[in-house]
């Protein structure tokens, strides 16, 4: 049998792998040159000021939420069509994630639905950027703004694209629509790093706070030291006035911080992937537009609309989500992808609605028909194959796979 077809996954080339044992000969592993740069090209690529890279968009996302100073007696709206990490942040921080209901063509939150969750203590909204393609961020910006809320866009799924308003083309995490960006390098996302993430953001404080935050909340540069003890305490010089010496090994922890550092290791393979992040989004693409193209006519199969703020060619596309009529097909989804497995192609269902997990039901009270559109959505979505390494016969394979369904 032909090789099996996965859902999703990482391109990684000789000169990836390369960049990876250069950094295994060299003398840092971690916190070295290769951070800095990687922090460095990803800013210039997005068009941000400050890239701040960590061990992966959920440390990303909780760091966007400690910097922002969200924290208890607050609320936090995301989409309920994400992955859990997009609300988790909210809870990390002692505030309430909460959900607003997505728009049915794009699959992302619907400003709309946003403006009429709105409650007085709502003070961030998560904009995810489904399957790549933008949120409508000027309307969520908005909306969130006119009420004085931090606006963190989970770019995860996109990094590489960007959206379009008013004639002008902008980049994920370069447009003035978001407070913060946040991408994920997971190997299934667009440009991997094994693990990790990023933040951006144009905000000096924050991106300051945010690097700190990431390493044990540490302070090593001296303008910034407040001392371990006050003149007055040891006013006469003994033995203990040495506490306040601070030689070159010194630094202080003036607040709780965490252990979120990306390697120098990880940093190389993200900067030799973001040589190629155009290359594969022109792959996704072109694979996306086969897809369309080839499922056009068929009637169980509804291919992903295009979304208000995409054009085609900027979108960075993670993932081709087709919503499916089971009904039609006579069979259910696990009985779908159980047959698309026998012809070799993989298949996954993303996202469960995050209000309906267990543990957000139990802990918030949520429950079925708080976001109708995504939960219908939910009982129909199935993403096909799509990573640029595809090969054309692959692509025919998954489409001649789906036609023969039904
Ligand atoms: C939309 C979204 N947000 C956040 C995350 C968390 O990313 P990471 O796995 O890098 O922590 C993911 C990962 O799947 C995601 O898809």
């Avoid at 190629?276 to 009637?299: M, P, T, W």
């Amino acid at each position: 049998m032909s090789q099996f077809i996965p859902y999703g996954r990482q391109s990684i080339s000789e000169a990836d792998i390369e960049a990876v044992c250069q950094v295994l000969r060299s003398d840092y592993l971690t916190c070295g040159p290769k951070v800095e740069a990687f922090e460095a090209r990803f800013a210039e690529k997005v068009g941000a000021k400050h890239a701040v890279a960590v061990n992966s968009a959920t440390s990303a996302l909780h760091l966007a939420m400690l910097v922002s100073g969200i924290g208890q007696g607050d609320r936090v709206i995301t989409s309920p069509n994400t992955f859990l990490a997009s609300a988790n942040c909210a809870a990390y921080v002692g505030a309430t994630p909460d959900f607003a209901d997505i728009d049915p063509a794009s699959y992302n939150l619907d400003p709309g639905a946003l403006e009429q969750a709105w409650k007085p203590d709502v003070k961030a909204v998560v904009a995810v950027d489904y399957a790549g393609q933008p949120c409508d961020m000027p309307a969520i910006a908005g909306i969130a703004r006119k009420h004085g809320a931090v606006v963190i866009e989970d770019a995860c799924h996109g990094a590489g694209g960007g959206l379009v308003h008013d004639g002008r083309s902008w980049k994920l995490g370069g447009h003035p629509w978001a407070d913060m960006t946040i991408f994920s390098f997971h190997p299934v996302k667009t440009m991997t790093t094994g693990e990790g993430g990023m933040l951006v953001t144009d905000n000096d404080k924050w991106a300051q706070r945010a690097r700190q935050l990431r390493s044990h909340g540490m302070v090593r540069s001296s303008a910034d030291f407040v001392g371990l003890i006050t003149p007055s305490e040891f006013p006469l010089p003994d033995f203990r006035s040495q506490l306040s010496e601070r030689g070159p090994w010194y630094y202080e922890m003036q607040e709780l911080g965490y252990n979120y550092r990306l390697t120098d290791i990880q940093c190389a393979l993200g900067l030799s992937q973001l040589d190629r992040l155009d290359e594969f989004i022109a792959r996704r693409c072109e694979i996306v537009a086969r897809y369309n193209e080839a499922f056009a006519g068929l009637k169980f199969v509804k291919p992903p609309q295009l979304a208000r703020r995409s054009q085609p060619s900027q979108i960075s596309w993670h993932l081709y989500t087709v919503q499916m009529d089971f009904q039609q097909i006579g069979k259910t989804r696990t009985e779908v992808m159980a047959a698309l497995k026998q012809h070799g192609v993989g298949t996954q269902v993303l996202y469960i609605p995050v209000h309906l997990q267990p543990w957000y039901r139990k802990t918030y009270g949520y429950g079925p028909g708080k976001c109708p559109v995504a939960e219908t959505y939910y009982t129909r979505a199935l993403s096909l194959p799509l990573f640029p390494a595809m090969t054309d016969e692959q692509i025919s394979r998954v489409i001649q796979a789906v036609r023969g369904l039904a």
